[in-house]
């Protein structure tokens, strides 16, 4: 089996130590804000606001990437997230209005997409195109090793020292990742392609990756599927803390257990498909595995009380959802071409993460109009993801689709 660059793997560990501060902050900022009067509306509005930034920077990222050097905007932008982190942690630190945290949120949400995107774009001309599945595969295993640690660290410094310093480590991260990422060797086939576009009119860029999107089944069926996860994922951000919080009136420590065991889960299942990726290839898959994690979340609806009655349910939850991510950026890095790969990239993750804010946004009301029971917004999410796999799969089915994922694996 041939080896991942040393490049490959600077890549994706910058990515998954930033992500392990931006679990720590943000659960910090929203520990914090759930302390305050209004807390449930205000976190919903905080990631409401922040989710919409980062849909609408979506799109002029990924066309950026076709005109600009990758390297070059990734390493700003991790900076400047370092600056808008640490004014968010004196903010907290000082008990500012929280209208000023919603300002510094709202700008971190412009400048996360080019952080965000910038491993999409670098990974397919990393590696080889026979190794995009064990490459995803690694990614997504180092991602989630952040998502796990980060609750963990996230909720012990919010325990011993308070929520300013879990903002101040995610601010240290993205300093971390910016000088990684500036040690990157850039690829020579992603600097031809950026020599040979014009600079300017990256708007031609974006119109280039839309069309490219609606004319390709493969893409927008994929597409549409995250756009659901995403959904389910914010409904779990909003929802969760909530539950821990006000339904169970249990500490922050047992917030780090849950997320962290859905992120072990995810982490493993990850593991696994980079081992056994190449076998995994036929479309069906991703939609099972998507209404298996429906079944496992469904659980919530029988939480009383006891957070280790859905511990189990939580780890495989993440087991069994772990492995589509890694899959769908497989589909959409062999499908896409280089001159539209960034374009293509942006706009898929602006429509997908518009779903993210509008999960959290419903998941806050939706408790406050069942009287406090964010357990069952979050069963009641987990039915209707299990109802749309099975729905699109029936579909795929009978339209014939699965035939036309096959033949472009």
Same mark, same amino acid.
């Given at each position: 089996?041939?080896?991942?660059?040393?490049?490959?793997?600077?890549?994706?560990?910058?990515?998954?130590?930033?992500?392990?501060?931006?679990?720590? /902050?943000?659960?910090?900022?929203?520990?914090?804000?759930?302390?305050?009067?209004?807390?449930?509306?205000?976190?919903? +509005?905080?990631?409401? #606001?922040?989710?919409?930034?980062?849909? /609408?920077?979506?799109?002029?990222?990924?066309?950026?990437?076709?005109?600009?050097?990758? $390297?070059?905007?990734?390493?700003?932008?991790?900076?400047?997230?370092?600056?808008?982190?640490?004014?968010?942690?004196?903010?907290?630190?000082?008990?500012?209005?929280?209208?000023?945290?919603?300002?510094?949120?709202?700008?971190?949400?412009?400048?996360? @997409?080019? =952080?965000?995107?910038?491993?999409?774009?670098?990974?397919?001309?990393?590696?080889?195109?026979?190794?995009?599945?064990?490459?995803?595969?690694?990614?997504?295993?180092?991602?989630?090793?952040?998502?796990?640690?980060?609750?963990?660290? #996230?909720?012990?410094?919010?325990?011993?020292?308070?929520? @300013?310093?879990?903002?101040?480590?995610?601010?240290?991260?993205?300093?971390?990742?910016?000088?990684?990422?500036?040690?990157?060797?850039?690829?020579?086939?992603?600097?031809? =392609?950026?020599? $040979?576009? &014009? *600079?300017?009119?990256?708007?031609?860029?974006?119109? %280039?990756?839309?069309? *490219?999107?609606?004319?390709?089944?493969?893409?927008?069926?994929?597409?549409?599927?995250?756009?659901?996860?995403?959904?389910?994922?914010?409904?779990?951000?909003?929802?969760?803390?909530?539950?821990?919080?006000?339904?169970?009136?249990? @500490?922050? =420590?047992?917030?780090? %257990?849950?997320?962290?065991?859905?992120?072990? #889960?995810?982490?493993?299942?990850?593991?696994? *498909?980079?081992?056994?990726?190449?076998?995994?290839?036929?479309?069906?898959? &991703?939609?099972?595995?998507?209404?298996?994690?429906?079944?496992?979340?469904?659980? *919530?609806?029988?939480?009383?009380?006891?957070?280790?009655?859905?511990?189990?349910?939580?780890?495989?939850?993440?087991?069994?959802?772990?492995? +589509?991510?890694?899959?769908?950026?497989?589909?959409?890095?062999?499908?896409?071409?280089?001159?539209?790969? #960034?374009? +293509?990239?942006?706009?898929?993750?602006?429509?997908?993460?518009?779903?993210?804010?509008?999960?959290?946004?419903?998941?806050?009301?939706?408790?406050?109009?069942?009287?406090?029971?964010?357990?069952?917004?979050? /069963?009641?999410?987990?039915?209707? +993801?299990?109802?749309?796999?099975?729905?699109?799969?029936?579909?795929?089915?009978?339209?014939?689709?699965?035939?036309?994922?096959?033949?472009?694996?």
């Amino acid at each position: 089996m041939v080896r991942l660059s040393r490049w490959f793997w600077q890549l994706v560990l910058a990515d998954g130590v930033s992500e392990l501060g931006n679990q720590a /902050g943000w659960m910090a900022c929203t520990w914090a804000v759930l302390s305050r009067p209004n807390g449930i509306e205000w976190a919903s +509005v905080l990631s409401f #606001g922040y989710g919409v930034c980062v849909a /609408g920077a979506n799109c002029i990222a990924g066309a950026l990437f076709d005109r600009f050097p990758v $390297k070059r905007l990734a390493v700003f932008a991790s900076l400047t997230l370092a600056i808008i982190w640490t004014a968010l942690a004196v903010c907290v630190m000082f008990v500012s209005p929280v209208w000023i945290w919603l300002c510094l949120l709202l700008m971190a949400g412009l400048i996360a @997409p080019f =952080t965000e995107l910038a491993w999409m774009v670098f990974v397919p001309v990393l590696v080889a195109d026979d190794q995009l599945e064990r490459a995803n595969g690694m990614g997504e295993l180092v991602f989630q090793a952040g998502v796990f640690a980060g609750p963990l660290v #996230g909720s012990w410094l919010i325990t011993v020292v308070g929520s @300013p310093a879990a903002l101040l480590v995610d601010a240290w991260t993205f300093v971390a990742a910016a000088l990684a990422i500036h040690c990157l060797k850039v690829p020579t086939l992603l600097t031809e =392609t950026r020599a $040979k576009a &014009p *600079y300017g009119a990256w708007w031609q860029s974006l119109q %280039m990756g839309a069309k *490219y999107l609606f004319a390709h089944r493969v893409v927008l069926v994929v597409t549409a599927l995250a756009f659901v996860l995403n959904f389910a994922y914010g409904v779990i951000d909003i929802a969760l803390p909530t539950m821990v919080q006000r339904q169970f009136f249990q @500490p922050v =420590t047992r917030l780090g %257990m849950l997320i962290g065991l859905q992120a072990l #889960g995810m982490g493993i299942a990850a593991c696994f *498909y980079s081992w056994q990726g190449r076998r995994l290839r036929h479309p069906s898959w &991703p939609l099972w595995l998507i209404g298996m994690f429906g079944l496992c979340m469904s659980s *919530y609806f029988f939480a009383r009380g006891q957070l280790f009655d859905i511990a189990i349910p939580t780890f495989l939850g993440g087991t069994v959802f772990g492995m +589509v991510p890694p899959m769908f950026r497989a589909i959409i890095q062999r499908t896409v071409p280089t001159r539209v790969r #960034g374009a +293509v990239f942006g706009i898929r993750a602006a429509v997908i993460s518009v779903s993210v804010p509008l999960g959290g946004f419903v998941a806050g009301n939706a408790s406050i109009l069942l009287g406090g029971r964010p357990s069952i917004v979050i /069963g009641g999410m987990a039915v209707v +993801v299990t109802l749309v796999s099975l729905s699109c799969w029936l579909w795929m089915r009978r339209d014939s689709a699965l035939e036309t994922l096959a033949d472009n694996p």
